[in-house]
């Protein structure tokens, strides 16, 4: 009854069988393979287009290599404050790029707008030598708030990019989750509304330790070869990779996981809000419910055994609580019970 996160789930049934089957005989190395190409040619299809795809290990390689393409290292890049980049990569992406500058904003519901980084961008200090100069935006889908960009908010803020000459990256580490809420076709949220890479994300929604760096903008592809290799991301023996994003995209998978995940925490979200002083801090619209309860209700359920993060501090009554592939109706349900129950108690000693 683990709420903390999808990354403390197991990975896929389909996804581990992939790894099994791709474990018999000799495979050419280094990316070589029948499966790696395989996986590349499942994106294309997705993304209708022609893309290049590299395969990584963990989204931190791929939003710190992804970005080292997009800026030179006396350049900036714009994205949330909150965003996996800005706070939770230990400084990669700036490593990566040989030193180039996040410049985070504030925003609501873990969102950047297009008019804010137009006045961001016009501050920015364009050609003077002494300032890091405005390379590129990286944008969270779904956000770090577990709310989507629309498809309309992504094509705005790629005009400014391109109004600046800027590179625009997507961190989709929770691509999946964002793409089933909008019902919307995976070129529109992405290189059709101008984003120039993708973090295609797979490790928290079913596979192991995998992820796919996309490149819509394909004559930058042979310079990432050349950067993933230096950084160590890659594998000899890349079949492994590859198996998890093949199976993870073989029939729908991705997006069948991503439903369950969303569903549950729609469920949980809707649930909650029966709890008495329940409020929800952002829209539930992906995997992530961000709510305040009351700290009678947060112990017992504590108590009851139920893990979860309090976001802002532990003695605050902000919870993250996030939902998986695997997450179990029945534990979800149990949760609500759990939150009322304890919410209800509390109340009675007051009266
Ligand atoms: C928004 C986002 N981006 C990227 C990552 C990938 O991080 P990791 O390097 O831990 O795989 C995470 C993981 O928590 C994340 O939440």
Redesign the pocket.
């Given at each position: 009854m683990n709420f903390c996160?999808d990354?403390v789930t197991g990975a896929s049934p389909e996804i581990l069988a992939a790894l099994s089957a791709a474990n018999g005989g000799a495979l050419a190395s280094y990316g070589s393979d029948k499966l790696t190409e395989r996986v590349e040619a499942r994106l294309k299809e997705i993304f209708e287009t022609d893309l290049a795809a590299f395969p990584v290990?963990?989204?931190?390689?791929?939003?710190a290599l992804s970005l080292s393409l997009l800026t030179p290292s006396w350049g900036a890049i714009y994205c949330h404050q909150d965003?996996?980049?800005a706070v939770?990569?230990c400084g990669a992406p700036e490593f990566y790029t040989g030193g180039a500058k996040l410049v985070d904003l504030p925003g609501e519901h873990g969102k950047l707008t297009a008019s804010q980084l137009s006045d961001a961008l016009a501050r920015s200090g364009k050609g003077v030598v002494h300032q890091v100069q405005a390379a590129a935006i990286s944008l969270?889908q779904?956000?770090?708030a577990g709310t989507a960009y629309r498809p309309d908010d992504v094509a705005a803020i790629a005009d400014v990019a391109r109004g600046y000459g800027l590179g625009l990256h997507m961190?989709g580490?929770?691509f999946a989750n964002a793409l089933v809420f909008l019902d919307a076709n995976p070129a529109d949220i992405t290189w059709r509304a101008g984003v120039d890479i993708l973090?295609f994300?797979a490790?928290?929604n079913g596979a192991l330790?995998a992820?796919a760096v996309v490149i819509f903008d394909k004559k930058r592809a042979e310079e990432f070869a050349f950067r993933r290799k230096r950084a160590g991301h890659l594998f000899s023996k890349m079949r492994f990779l590859s198996a998890q994003l093949d199976a993870y995209l073989e029939g729908d998978l991705w997006l069948k996981n991503a439903r369950h995940a969303n569903a549950m925490a729609k469920r949980l979200a809707e649930g909650l809000m029966a709890v008495p002083g329940a409020t929800l801090a952002h829209p539930v619209e992906a995997n992530e419910i961000f709510v305040d309860l009351p700290e009678t209700a947060i112990r017992g359920l504590t108590a009851d055994g139920f893990q979860f993060y309090r976001w802002l501090g532990e003695d605050k009554t902000l919870l993250r609580l996030v939902a998986a592939h695997d997450t179990k109706e029945a534990d979800v349900t149990a949760f609500i019970a759990s939150a009322k129950r304890h919410a209800a108690r509390a109340n009675e000693r007051v009266a």
């Open positions: 996160s990354n290990a963990t989204g931190t390689a791929a939003n965003a996996h980049i939770d990569e969270t779904a956000t770090e961190d580490a929770r973090s994300g490790t928290k330790a992820e």
